[in-house]
């Protein structure tokens, strides 16, 4: 075998495991990252509180696929983590996700679990039989009592666009269960890494064959410095914006310390609109194997994403797809280039998703050298799904 040069842009868990797996084969790599850690933005760091921080917003690592679980668990201790989020709503702190224990808290009701649906079947609003927007999804989904006290504030806010406006495929992230099961999550594999995700990216990057240039920007035009770029940056960068920004929502986060315990739980959404954040997080509940006797939380504030702005997440409205075309022409008429990752595909990816694709994208790449063709620019559809 024939080793290649790779330039991998980003050192988030896209970059990091595509780098790992070239180097594996035997490839030299070369990642490059704007900010002067790696892990893009699952990036977490000790707090001068002893408190592990995610700085970037909370994440918990959930999956379905048993291979991304094995390959995350070579590189770090994943600690059991059952995700729980409450919500204040009217004045009042309910349970997460839609469940018996919220139905009955939220209309007074004792319902068992067979009564508890046939109510909600009554509620859904079945004159909507496609649903397009997120405002309609949730009326089909649970009826207008508990959209309006959950979803429609809340996705505002998150948003900054109206329910109305919105995929409805945003909605489907979250689960609606009629037992008392409060796990945020459904997948049977879920954990949060002992010592945080940067130790984790930081090992799936220590290899022999793999160089890390932090705080360092790479422009596309030293891409013929090597055989092959995996770009995982925004794929409008690449193009110089030509077509212009895709929107993105980007977060502020107002950090303040305490004593003790402040919320009780990880994560607290407020859902009202009258209420200018989303959510706060307490950080120390994400790692409930450890003691401190103070307190971290961020409160969260979404905007428009600006150019001095981190980009979180990909709005992804009509506009936006319009954009996205073009950009995707372009990326597929380009050579010797591979996009990947939130950014390089402009998708909403959790972290399983990210590592799946950028495992599929390496095998892919290395069937490519090995018949002697070209590698492609995209191993997953943009314009599909997510
Ligand atoms: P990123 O992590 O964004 O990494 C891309 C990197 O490329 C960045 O570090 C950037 O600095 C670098 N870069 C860009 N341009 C250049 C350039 N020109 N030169 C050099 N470097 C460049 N997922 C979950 O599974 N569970 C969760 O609970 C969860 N919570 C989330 C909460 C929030 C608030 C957000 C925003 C996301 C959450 N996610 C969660 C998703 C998770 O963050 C992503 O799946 C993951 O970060 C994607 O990794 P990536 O490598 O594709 O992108
Ligand atoms: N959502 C909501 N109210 C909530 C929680 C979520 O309206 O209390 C909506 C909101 O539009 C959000 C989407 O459901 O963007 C997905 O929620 P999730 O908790 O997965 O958001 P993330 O962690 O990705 O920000």
């Known amino acids: 075998m024939v080793s290649r040069s790779f330039a991998i842009v980003g050192a988030g868990f896209s970059g990091a495991v595509v780098a790992r797996q070239l180097a594996e084969a035997g490839h030299q790599i070369t990642v490059f990252d704007t ?14 509180t002893g408190v592990l921080v995610h700085v970037y917003g909370p994440h918990i690592f959930h999956t379905q696929h048993e291979h991304v679980w094995n390959f995350i668990t070579r590189f770090g201790v994943m600690k059991a983590y059952r995700h729980t989020v409450s919500a204040m709503s009217g004045g009042k702190k309910y349970q997460l996700p839609m469940n018996l224990t919220l139905i009955n808290d939220f209309f007074g009701t004792n319902f068992t679990p067979e009564q508890a649906e046939a109510f909600i079947t009554e509620k ?66 879920q954990g949060i890494p002992e010592h945080g995700y940067t130790p984790i ?12 240039h932090l705080s ?24 110089g914006f030509a077509h212009g920004r895709l929107g993105y929502r980007t977060l502020d986060f107002v950090q303040e310390v305490h004593e003790g315990d402040v919320q009780g739980c990880p994560v607290l959404n407020y859902c009202d609109e009258s209420v200018p954040y989303t959510r706060i997080t307490e950080h120390k509940h994400f790692a409930p194997w450890e003691h401190h006797d103070k307190s971290v939380t961020y409160t969260e504030y979404s905007r428009l994403c600006t150019e001095a ?14 954009q996205l075309v073009k950009y995707v022409e372009r990326a597929r008429a380009q050579q010797g280039v591979t996009f990947l990752g939130r950014l390089g595909t402009y998708r909403y990816l959790d972290m399983d998703v990210t590592i799946h694709e950028a495992l599929n994208a390496a095998s892919g790449m290395l069937d490519a050298l090995a018949r002697d063709s070209a590698i492609p620019s995209f191993f997953t559809d943009p314009l599909g799904g997510a």
């Open 124 to 189: 859904a609003d079945k004159t909507i039989t496609h649903p397009v927007s997120f405002e309609d999804q949730a009326l089909r989904f649970v009826g207008r009592e508990l959209y309006e006290a959950f979803f429609k504030g809340y996705t505002k806010k998150q948003w900054g666009e109206e329910p109305t406006a919105l995929p409805a495929s945003i909605l489907a992230r979250l689960p609606l269960r009629f037992t008392a099961d409060d796990s945020y999550f459904n997948h049977p594999f």
């Open 201 to 212: 990216v930081e090992a799936i990057l220590d290899h022999p064959s793999i160089t890390v």
């Open 309 to 322: 702005d981190t980009p979180y997440y990909p709005i992804r409205l009509v506009e936006e797809k319009d």
């Open 216 to 239: 360092t920007a790479f422009n596309p035009s030293g891409a013929h410095a090597y055989d092959h770029v995996v770009w995982t940056g925004p794929i409008d960068a690449f193009f």
């Open 35 to 48: 900010r002067p850690h790696v892990a893009g933005n699952c990036f977490t760091k000790r707090h001068e």
